[in-house]
């Protein structure tokens, strides 16, 4: 139980352009939806935390303009990174948690920007 | 401001040793977790402690807690190669959110 499926795997983007990335709850309903990142060989780092059907909150230094973050149902949320660029590349993973889940995490995305 | 603090950084072993990692919190807390975390994959769950004295082991790994000295640790024993990875212990705020801050991981690397 408690399976959260994020996809893509791995993307590549161009600078520039946009790329959203999708975290879905399969076997439970997620009200919050934790967002981090990672770079290489670092722990992991808390961008925002959303909450089903309102605004997500930010960890300080996060930009929520180039971040954006939507959890419009219980089983979905996602993040867009807007106007990528190199520095955006990165592991991005998302958590789900619910009543009596809170520790799994999706499979991760690749993000790369070129 | 919960801080957690988990050490060595680096761990390389040979098989068949034992040894022990430590994560280290500053403020109360009623749960921490402890992951693996394999090269390009995300994290694993190993073990989710939320009791003081609370013990769990599963094949060559056992997690304690001990809340009282806000600490927990991973214990290896005879260690084996499959073991590499990195582990990563997770502690929660206690305000109920679900919300974690994770140890800074220690990168393990069993060699054969």
């Known amino acids: 139980g408690a399976v959260v499926s994020q996809h893509p795997s791995r993307v590549i983007c161009k600078s520039g352009t946009s790329v959203k990335i999708e975290c879905r709850s399969l076997?439970?309903?997620?009200?919050?939806m934790f967002w981090y990142r990672q770079f290489p060989k670092q722990s992991l780092m808390l961008m925002a935390t959303?909450?089903?059907?309102?605004?997500?909150?930010?960890e300080q230094g996060v930009e929520k303009d180039k971040f954006l973050i939507n959890h419009a149902s219980l089983t979905l949320s996602t993040l867009t990174v807007t106007s990528a660029h190199p520095e955006d590349s990165s592991f991005y993973i998302c958590?789900?948690?619910?009543?009596?889940?809170?520790?799994?995490f999706g499979s991760g995305t690749r993000l790369t920007v070129v | 401001e919960l801080k957690v603090e988990q050490n060595p950084l680096f761990l390389s072993m040979q098989e068949g040793k034992n040894y022990t990692i430590y994560c280290n919190y500053s403020t109360t807390s009623d749960r921490l977790y402890w992951y693996r975390q394999d090269p390009g994959k995300s994290l694993e769950s190993l073990f989710v402690l939320l009791s003081n004295g609370a013990v769990k082991q599963e094949g060559r790994l056992m997690a304690s807690l001990d809340t009282k000295a806000r600490l927990s640790t991973l214990h290896i024993t005879a260690a084996v190669h499959d073991l590499s990875a990195t582990y990563f212990c997770?502690?929660?705020?206690?305000?109920?959110?679900?919300?974690?801050?994770f140890g800074t991981g220690t990168r393990l690397k069993v060699l054969a």
């Open positions: 076997d439970f309903q997620a009200t919050t």
């Open positions: 959303s909450n089903e059907g309102s605004k997500a909150t930010y």
């Open positions: 997770a502690v929660a705020l206690p305000s109920g959110t679900y919300k974690y801050i």
């Open positions: 958590r789900g948690a619910g009543a009596n889940y809170g520790y799994t």
